[in-house]
């Protein structure tokens, strides 16, 4: 992809997001309605992923990704069927043929590796995917998404500190999304950024605007181009607000208050690129009706889709543990 | 004692609430457990009685969570830390085998340790490889920690007070299908010794060995097996670590055949050092082999087809029973 965004990009960005947003809402529908065990959002998150994405080579790069990347997922291929699937745990499921949670993603066909649920640990698998990069010497990056409060672990500095060491091309994108279930910011880190963090390491750190998709694109684009070309790899907060709960089994209102995320619903990412858009005339009144009622349709059918799909056969679960049948297993 | 009915998740806020009152060396930290209460709801209402200092949301390490814990014990504190998920005790694995099993050994007895690591256990649905794991066993081969499974209220709080008031560290699993249990609990300060099982149910055909969410299944299974004459005695060791031999050898002397009930993975998990107690100390007095009912030794999958296929339920102990006598009659 070039530097400078065209129209149908920016407009195809904006797209990402919206698909993204609609999906993730009426992923909280099914839940509230028990069709479905679970759901952790990326609502509030979906420019700073979209504007990641776009930054790759889709199926060339590395992803190792977060249980919020929906729309990070979306925009390297993952399709919303695939992810209703995920939802109901249904055999076809992509990742695992419903073996592990949603949001877990795995994804081959985009270099997209599961995330744990023990946080942080997918940080040490991209300073190795890297590593493995650089012993090939390949012209690839990794994007290693992770959300503020995963910061915290001891193992995100082992894996931030052994990339900078060996100068591997891997991005650390941290998605500041100020609450880690209820715990604030403030009591997970005494720097005012996780970007700061990049200085005790040696590493480039930056921050961006994670509700702008193409203020976080033209940040990324610099950062993977000096990561391909051999210039290592950096630390970039994007910050935002998750907009909904941790999950489908909190409830936000024990730990913030209404008016806060009122507040914050002010810099939701959809709006904020909407606005830019319509700047810039690029977005109207049309567009927009034409792909909401596309969003709807693509949600509708991956739903329905999901719904009828079969579910694992019980003999399944017995397998694949070991990669050949194992006697007494 | 007066008895009331409570849940498992307020019995042990209960026992907590109790020891904080009474030792200010007590406090609890772990993730969400200030404003939250907790992500299993267990420590709500705790951060308005004892404050901020003492009620602390600590960030995402778990590493760190208990390694602090144990820094603080040594010097005096008593620290309760809750790790949201058993799955993720791994993430603090040398903390807890290297560090805190051994710091009373390798200083020569000058180092307490009474920590207690509050942590969750078994599977809540459809939460799949990471967030169902029962890892009971996974210590039960380090040395110098003691390892607690509630299957009741009223044991949730005795056996915590015993822990809050011990010198050594302690893994408390608590199961997050029992917290919503409700159970007669006695109102006043009691304790429940370690190393003593429960006879939860006297019977005289089979025993059954519970651990933790099982006992529950155990007690269903006799239900339902009385009614077609079968009795079965249903003991809950209550701890694995210290086990007690004893009061296990004692039943299966007086049945002469035996089940081990646990949701953890059959093999290696607390089963097989009970059957292999069994072996060395009442193989004379068994009638047939030693069964096991256990999760299955798969990773525990999301999709509810596949997780119940995986889970151990009362049906399963049924059958493992019912197969004494299908064997003879065969």
Redesign the interface.
Known sequence: MSDELSPEMKKEMYWMMLLARRLDERAWVLHRQGKI??HISGIGQEAAQVGAAFALQRGVDWVTPYYRDLALMLSLGYTPRHFALSLY???EEPS?G?????S?WGYKPANAVSH?????TQASHAAGIGLAIKLNGESKVVLSTIGE??T????WYEAVNWAAIHNLPVIFMVENNMY????PVA???AVPSAADKACGLGLDGRKVDGTDVFAVYAMMQELVAKARNGGGPSLIEARMYRITPHSS??DDR??RSREEVDEAKKSDPLLVGKRQLEAEGLLSEADLESMEAKAKDMVDDAIQYAEAAP??E??????P?YAEEVRH? | MTMREITYREAIREAMSIEMRKDTSVFLMG??V????G?WGVSEGMLGEFGAERVR?T??????IIGAGLGAAMVGMRPIVEIM?G??L??AGDQIVNQVAKARFMSGGKANVPLVIRVTTGAP???????SQSPESWFMNVPGIKIVCPATPADAKGLLLTALRGQDPVMFYEHKMLYGESGAVPEEDFTVPFGQAAVVREGSDVTVIAVGIMVKKALEAAEALAKEGISLEVIDPRTLVPLDRETLIRSVAKTGRVVIAHEAHERGGPGAEIAAVLASDAVEYLDGPVLRVAA????L???????N??LPDAADIIKAVRSFWAQKGA
């Open positions: 065990a679970f745990g249904k055999r695992s419903g073996r592990q949670m949603p877990h744990s649920a023990p946080v942080a409060g995963s915290s672990q001891g193992e880690a279930i209820s715990v009591k997970q880190m089994d909190d024990s730990y579910y694992p019980v003999a399944e679960g017995e397998y543990v297993a | 993730e969400d200030g404003v939250f209460g992500v949301d960030p995402i390490t778990e590493a760190a998920f799955d993720f791994m993430c649905g459809s939460a799949a490889a990471q967030h299955r030794n798969v990773p999958p999301y999709s509810p087809v596949l997780e296929y995986v």
